[in-house]
């Protein structure tokens, strides 16, 4: 059997057959960038339906990223899943606390999952990063009430939690209030994958 082997051959080739798929979407083309390795990652164009990205998204992520900003996830998969060879370059880094020791004991503590103390954790350092959340909607719930009553303005939310229990709404929430620009999915797709894809999408418009 004949089959391609190398990386960016299967990779231009998996984006020539994604194009059809967006045709009808009348997208630019950077948002045509992001909805491809969306759903590059996740393998499901119906992804193309369920994409938003907030119209300020990609410029404000980009301009955040030239300013070498620190991205923090909510699991160690999305940490993972990001360049972060690439985000070096470019003056960040990620960060996850989600396994940290004192983050583990003030969310037993509180009585909150792992992934809101690690938010509030973060704190202020929020502040002109961005904020990838793939799998926790705790995160994203957090990461709003953050901003709405503690001033916390992140340059991006990608929040994409996958799920069952509280996934689609934290992102209709996200959806319909947040005052900072976000790209996410709605309802109950979404996850690790989702979430690095969408950071990678924009950190690649600014080269690889």
Not at 57 to 80: P, Q, W
Not at 142 to 166: C, H, N, Q, S, T
Request: proline share 5%.
């Amino acid at each position: 059997m004949e089959y391609i082997k190398d990386p960016m051959a299967i990779e231009t080739r998996s984006m020539e057959i994604i194009a059809p798929y967006l045709a009808g979407f009348n997208l630019d083309e950077q948002a045509v960038k992001v909805y491809s390795r969306i759903i590059h990652a996740a393998g499901d164009p119906d992804y193309a339906n369920i994409i938003r990205i907030h119209p300020d998204a990609i410029a404000s992520g980009l301009a955040a990223l030239k300013a070498g900003c620190n991205i923090f996830c909510d699991v160690e998969m999305v940490r993972t899943g990001i360049n972060k060879r690439r985000l070096a370059e470019l003056g960040g880094q990620a960060y996850c606390l989600v396994a940290d020791e004192t983050v583990a004991k003030e969310a037993k503590a509180a009585g909150i999952t792992r992934s809101m103390a690690a938010m509030r954790k973060f704190g202020t350092k929020l502040n002109g990063s961005i904020v990838a959340i793939g799998n926790a909607p705790t995160a994203l719930f957090e990461v709003l009430k953050m901003i709405k009553e503690d001033g916390i303005k992140p340059a991006l939310i990608v929040g994409v939690p996958v799920g069952f229990v509280g996934a689609a709404e934290s992102k209709e929430l996200l959806n319909t209030t947040s005052p900072v620009p976000f790209i996410t999915v709605l309802g109950n797709k979404g996850g690790s994958p989702i979430a690095a894809a969408s950071v990678n999408a924009v950190m690649y418009m600014l080269g690889r």
